[in-house]
């Protein structure tokens, strides 16, 4: 089995090599992303594997078949970067629908606590030797509402640790969870309300048109004053123009995003020597009160085992079975993990 492995970072390779030389599986690494201009490059390969920039659009499926491929195995969880009603009855698209939902929780906590106990600005101040404490107070998490949307296996963790903190949890999600309502210390209630009452608001749904924009103008307004938004999710869950006018505005008290709707061409590369060209990011990057990571929220070494295992597993799964219980399926309503390996 050979697949083209697109938007190569050198972070990946050990686990693929590793785990593609235990199933026999043979991976060729290009730095570049997949699209339009890059398919071609897939031409004799069974297979391609990708990640969350890269564009897979009618006219890269196109290709994609034309270059004689049959799986896109996606080693991420997020497949918003798939037309997956385009590709249904053409490509098979795996996926690996889970492998740290630990690394992104504790990641979303990281920039929180950051932010609200001045750590960033602690850190320059320290190694500057000057241990003034002026402008860092703070405030405790405990007996403050976190708002969580989307509590699947990430947006769960996300709550564990909150709970640790001593914080009351409030939650909206468009299939909630069995259970997961105690009618006290957590409970699922409408976004509006959420939007209301929350100190802290994470996000923790995937990207589709439901949820694209849902914090916005109109969401920012319905806040409280001095309300934390915390994205690990996608960037365009959040308007990002709305939200520096909340921050202007001192409406939101502080952001920290790990994801921005316009990251595909900046995230994981090194930008420091070139203009920013992006002046919302420019002007949110700029703010005392917001932390911008570049999507490394999974990052961790746990994570990108169980990514690249999976993967493999996928891929292998596929071709020597036909049908993998990860692949996912159109079938004119919504992409969904196949449940009988009969996708097309
Ligand atoms: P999951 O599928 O376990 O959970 C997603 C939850 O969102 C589900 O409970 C679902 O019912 C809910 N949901 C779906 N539509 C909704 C809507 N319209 N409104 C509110 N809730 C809705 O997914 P998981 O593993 O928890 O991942 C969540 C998201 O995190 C992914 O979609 C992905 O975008 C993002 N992610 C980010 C990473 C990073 O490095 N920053 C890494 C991995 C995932």
């Known amino acids: 089995m050979n697949i083209a492995f697109f938007d ?24 570049t992303k997949l699209n339009e201009d890059t398919a071609e490059l897939a031409r004799g390969y069974d297979g391609v594997c990708v990640f969350v920039n890269d564009a897979v659009n009618a006219k890269v499926i ?56 001045r750590i960033h600005k602690a850190y320059i101040r320290t ?23 989307g509590t699947g296996k990430i947006g769960r963790v996300f709550i564990d640790i909150c709970r640790g903190f001593g914080m009351k949890v409030l939650a909206y999600d468009k299939f909630p969870a069995k259970g997961l309502d105690n009618g006290d210390t957590i409970r699922y209630v409408e976004k509006d309300e959420l939007f209301a009452k ?45 939200l520096l006018k909340g921050i202007k505005s001192r409406k939101v008290g502080a952001a920290c995003l790990d ?8 995230f994981f590369e090194d930008n420091s020597g070139h203009i920013m060209e992006d002046d919302t990011l420019l002007r949110l990057i700029s703010m005392p009160n917001v932390i911008v990571t570049s999507h490394q929220a999974f990052l961790t070494e746990e994570a990108l085992e169980n990514i690249a295992e999976t993967t493999v597993k996928n891929i292998v799964g596929f071709f020597e079975n036909g ?22």
Not at 13 to 18: A, D, L, T, V
Not at 323 to 344: I, T, V, W
């Open 259 to 266: 994801v921005y709707e316009e990251e595909a061409d900046l």
């Open 323 to 344: 049908q993998c219980p990860n692949e996912l399926c159109y079938r004119g309503g919504s992409a969904e993990d196949c449940k009988d390996g009969k996708c097309f």
């Open 62 to 117: 196109d290709s994609l078949v034309d270059c004689g491929v049959k799986v896109l195995a996606l080693r991420c969880a997020g497949f918003n970067n798939v037309d997956m009603k385009y590709a249904f009855s053409k490509l098979h698209v795996l996926r690996v629908p889970a492998y740290s939902p630990y690394a992104v929780a504790e990641h979303t906590m990281a920039p929180l606590l950051t932010s609200i106990r």
């Open 8 to 31: 190569t970072k050198q972070y990946d390779i050990p686990s693929f090599e590793k785990y593609g030389s235990e199933y026999g599986v043979s991976f060729k690494f290009f730095d």
């Open 127 to 149: 190694r500057d030797f000057n241990f003034s404490l002026a402008g860092f107070t703070g405030f405790d998490l405990y007996g403050k509402t976190v708002g969580v949307i």
């Open 198 to 242: 929350s100190d802290i608001i994470s996000l923790h749904c995937p990207l589709t048109e439901d949820t694209h924009h849902m914090i916005n103008e109109a969401a920012i307004e319905k806040c409280k004053k001095g309300v934390v938004i915390l994205n690990t999710s996608r960037g365009a869950l959040i308007d990002a123009e709305a």
